[in-house]
């Protein structure tokens, strides 16, 4: 484990080393108590460095075109110069220890871009723990000099929130639909979103893309102003992952939107306040893990669930009575 000490990893990755990166997330993710250790002090020291990306988050339904999309605005940023990494919050990995199918082998022509670094989700025993790593490996890609930060959610729900609470701008990239679809997309999801991309918008698809990008301009537009988006946002474009059109425009406004935010106080504000989420979901799962780890507490545990469980006992009551025993 000598070439995972963090003292040899930090230099490494400043330096943009993709291996000691690679290394340095694999350490991030390993849940022996050990890499732990290593981990924390590997983090602390390369936070001193003040290295920041644009982190972007991305969601969308199955069957949107994620990938492609992913794949071809990844290749136009490298194509202007720019260092890109794709991190994926899979909340499947948590239930089937798994990523569904390696992200690599979707983005084949971005994952051989030498300015590009794709890493699938890791596997976790639950979403917080996918969260954790996900949130950790954004800080050393950022350590190792990228640009921007792609974070992925596959799959719909908690995911959102998770990375919302980890990115700069929240992106959902929609499929060209009818108006019974767009009410079916639940309300707290377009609420996160500064930018909706409606993709398809080509061949046979176009002008059902076109009216899709007007619905939702519509609706963006009966949601409360925030006080985080200049005039005009957040906003709906249309783009064409496949044609590769609406690229350009669609990274356009996105940096207006950071630069906006950056002039106004906003996004020092909102990094403060995830930093702040963070350290609290931190201590919070510290004390949960220091909780399952002592056997008495287990026992009580158990003892207690299973009274609430046969009904004998009201679930706030048998809780008041662990702390009440934890207090003591």
């Not at 644009?54 to 720019?82: C, D, N």
Request: aromatic share 4%; charged share 25%; proline share 4%.
């Amino acid at each position: 484990m000598t070439d995972q000490s963090p003292a040899d990893l930090a230099p490494r990755i400043l330096a943009s080393d993709r291996r000691a990166l690679a290394r340095a997330i694999t350490l991030v993710e390993s849940g022996r108590a050990e890499h732990r250790a290593q981990a924390v002090e590997l983090l602390d020291t390369l936070a001193g460095e003040g290295r920041q990306a644009l982190r972007i988050g991305l969601s969308g339904t199955p069957g949107v075109g994620k990938s492609t999309f992913i794949e071809a605005f990844g290749m136009m940023l490298t194509g202007k110069g720019l260092k890109v990494a794709v991190l994926a919050v899979d909340p499947s990995s948590a239930r089937s220890g798994g990523s569904i199918l390696g992200d690599k082998t979707r983005m084949e022509r971005l994952s051989r871009d030498p300015n590009a670094f794709i890493r699938p989700s890791p596997s976790q025993a639950h979403l917080g723990g996918v969260a954790r790593r996900t949130r950790e490996a954004v800080s050393l890609c950022e350590a190792a000099g990228f640009d921007v930060v792609l974070i992925e959610t596959v799959g719909v729900g908690q995911s959102e929130t998770l990375v919302a609470e980890m990115v700069d701008l929240f992106v959902l990239l929609m499929a060209p639909a009818g108006g019974d679809e767009l009410q079916g997309v639940k309300r707290g999801i377009m609420e996160m979103a500064d930018l909706i991309l409606v993709n398809k918008a080509d061949g046979d698809l176009k002008p059902a893309a076109m009216r899709t990008v007007s619905d939702y301009a519509g609706a963006l537009r009966l949601l409360r102003k925030r006080p985080q988006d200049p005039e005009g946002f957040p906003k709906a474009l249309p783009v064409s992952a496949m044609e590769e059109n609406g690229l350009e425009k669609a990274w356009e406004e996105m940096t207006a939107l950071a630069e906006w935010r950056r002039a106004n106080g906003h996004f020092d504000q909102r990094r403060a306040e995830q930093a702040r989420h963070w350290f609290e979901a931190e201590v919070r799962e510290g004390l949960l893990a220091r909780l399952r780890r002592d056997p008495e507490i287990r026992a009580k545990m158990r003892e207690l669930g299973d009274a609430v469980a046969s009904g004998e006992s009201a679930a706030s009551a048998a809780a008041a009575v662990m702390l009440e025993q934890l207090g003591g």
